[in-house]
């Protein structure tokens, strides 16, 4: 029988796909065989085959096409996700569109891996970008796309010390801005420094999320688009730049990523920390956290105030609260009789 003859012909709950080998890019009866079982499972759950998507099935699956998949099932509409569709773009940008999925190996990976390193990502963040590419590989397996996937060995990440401002840096920073007349960045990063949100979330903020004494932060929580918050309570200089602008239409902040952006690299730099590559905005976040532990704030409450899904996010700030578990002991001290 000629080539153009063989085809792919099943049906599964009173639905029929048929195609021909050409038109599916088969050449041999093994990837018709393995094609036909990936067909079949496809549609005994209720997916849609066609022709448009056929590639899937047969295996000739892209890493650009694994990730539109991956993306359509579980990175969609969440803050989670959206960080996740930003890394795939990356990961896409060293293997390429077009790299086979089944052809990533071992090999494949500790290459990814050299060149993220020579990149200069750090431990964490090359962990963070080989669990965007391994949660794709497994969409891959479960969906018989490839018939294996390697295993991710993931690099060793020290807890560390997180970079915070002191008081004085503060001070040097908003003197900096004041002086320049950046009254709008000023007020942008005392508000941070104050209530530990993250850009993108300070930037979200409209007069309806004002609640007297704090403020409420929206969260994307999951794919149908339903929303988490937090109320996070306000200093009473970070209660003065939100109640000033109150009239606004719109954000509460006027400023945009790129003007955030310049503005701070000009103050980074003027001031001397452009070789500090820990000199970042999100710092303003971590130096929020680093004194409430300093505090005597539990790190439970802390989490919550942060937004984190985890209480492990905030392990890192651990290190701040030796003075508190010296004070706890005395708790268990046996106290004497007089």
């Not at 969440?78 to 890394?87: A, E, I, N, S, Y």
């Not at 397996?141 to 020290?158: F, S, T």
């Not at 999100?282 to 300093?294: D, E, N, P, Y």
Request: glycine share 6%; hydrophobic share 40%; with cysteine.
């Amino acid at each position: 029988m000629k080539l153009m003859n063989k085809s792919i012909d099943v049906s599964v709950n009173n639905q029929r796909f048929r195609q021909s080998w050409k038109s599916m890019g088969i050449s041999t009866e093994q990837e018709a065989e393995k094609a036909k079982e990936r067909i079949v499972a496809a549609m005994k759950n209720g997916e849609e085959v066609n022709i448009k998507n056929i590639s899937t099935f047969v295996g000739h699956v892209s890493l650009n096409d694994l990730f539109k998949k991956t993306i359509a099932l579980h990175w969609s509409n969440t803050d989670h996700g959206l960080r996740m569709q930003k890394m795939t773009k990356q990961i896409t940008a060293i293997l390429g569109v077009n790299f086979p999925v089944k052809d990533i190996n071992m090999e494949v990976v500790d290459d990814f891996i050299l060149t993220l390193k020579n990149n200069g990502n750090s431990n964490g963040t090359i962990n963070r970008k080989l669990a965007c590419l391994s949660k794709a590989l497994n969409v891959a397996k479960k969906r018989n796309y490839v018939d294996h996937i390697p295993e991710i060995e993931w690099l060793e990440e020290g807890v560390g010390r997180v970079r915070f401002f002191t008081k004085a840096e503060e001070n040097q920073l908003l003197a900096f801005l004041t002086q320049c007349g950046q009254h709008e960045m000023h007020d942008l990063v005392v508000f941070l420094m104050d209530t530990g949100l993250r850009r993108g979330e300070a930037m979200k903020l409209t007069a309806m999320d004002y609640l007297k004494d704090s403020i409420l932060v929206r969260q994307i929580a999951n794919t149908k688009n339903k929303y988490k918050s937090r109320s996070v309570p306000l200093t009473k200089r970070a209660k003065e730049i939100v109640e000033s602008r109150l009239d606004r239409e719109g954000k509460l902040f006027n400023l945009s990523a790129t003007q955030i952006r310049d503005k701070w690299n000009r103050a980074r730099n003027h001031l001397g920390y452009g070789n500090d590559p820990e000199y970042v905005l999100h710092t303003l976040r971590h130096s929020c956290a680093s004194r409430l532990v300093q505090g005597g704030i539990g790190l439970q409450v802390v989490k919550e105030w942060l937004g984190h899904n985890s209480l492990s996010m905030v392990l890192r700030y651990s290190h701040l609260v030796p003075k508190n578990l010296l004070n706890a002991v005395n708790v268990l001290e046996v106290k004497e009789v007089a």
